[in-house]
């Protein structure tokens, strides 16, 4: 595997309160990704960052905010947490090094997060 | 918005026999293509990247592109149990940053 990490691996939180998830890398890559999966949807795009402090949106970047202050974490947060934020939501990484179309994402394994 | 489709199966296939994975997108911009094998409570991991009309082979694995038809596939020859999982097809529409948008993906299903 990729040297990511993710934490929590699980979460059950209630509506309303905040959660902060976060993404760590070991390879130094430029590039990471916030994702989440839901049944009949399939990976969408949360936000990306293509380096420290530069971030932008993805498909879904509603509710959701992120911040990246060293090239090692990028951080996903639901300001307010709601049922429809329940998911499992990946992080993944990618180096740039070549043409971004054929840039490699990996993934890290993945945070549950049930919102009740 | 772009969009890509996957049967999402089950694909059920006997132990050795080809298994024949498909895909359809509809942004004709899309210049790079992924196939990622998730297992079930895992994460995604990529097992081909085709850019290029035609076949592109890596072991048992084939994966064909037609930019012309908008459809890519995946071929898994002497398919083994352990290739049970879902494929999920990726594109990226060149947008500068690798903006992947993936599909459903399709489950398969490989019986001893």
């Known amino acids: 595997d990729a040297g990511i990490t993710q934490s929590p691996r699980h979460k059950v939180t209630e509506t309303g309160t905040p959660v902060t998830l976060r993404c760590h890398q070991t390879?130094?890559?430029?590039?990471m990704y916030w994702y989440r999966q839901d049944p009949g949807h399939g990976l969408r795009l949360i936000h990306y960052?293509?380096?420290?402090?530069?971030?932008d949106k993805g498909e879904v970047s509603d509710g959701y905010s992120v911040s990246r202050s060293k090239t090692e974490d990028f951080l996903l947060t639901l300001e307010s947490a709601t049922s429809s934020q329940t998911s499992v939501y990946f992080c993944?990484?990618?180096?740039?090094?070549?043409?971004?179309?054929?840039?490699?994402?990996?993934f890290g394994p993945g945070t549950r997060l049930t919102v009740l | 918005q772009k969009e890509v489709e996957q049967n999402s199966g089950p694909l059920s296939v006997p132990e050795g026999a080809i298994a024949s994975l498909n895909c359809t997108y509809s942004?004709?911009?899309?210049?790079?293509f992924f196939w990622y094998r998730q297992y079930s409570g895992k994460s995604p991991e990529l097992i081909m990247s085709?850019?290029?009309?035609g076949d592109k082979e890596d072991g048992r694995f084939t994966a064909q592109l037609n930019k012309a038809s908008q459809y890519v596939s995946l071929l898994i020859r002497d398919s083994q149990p352990s290739d049970s999982a879902t494929y999920l097809c990726?594109?990226?529409?060149?947008?500068?940053?690798?903006?992947?948008?993936f599909g459903t993906g399709t489950r398969l299903l490989v019986s001893p």
């Open positions: 993944a990484i990618s180096d740039g090094g070549g043409a971004l179309n054929t840039d490699t994402q990996y």
């Open positions: 390879e130094n890559h430029r590039y």
């Open positions: 960052s293509y380096g420290v402090k530069d971030t």
């Open positions: 942004d004709r911009v899309s210049q790079s």
């Open positions: 085709i850019y290029s009309n």
């Open positions: 990726a594109v990226d529409g060149n947008t500068g940053f690798q903006k992947l948008v």
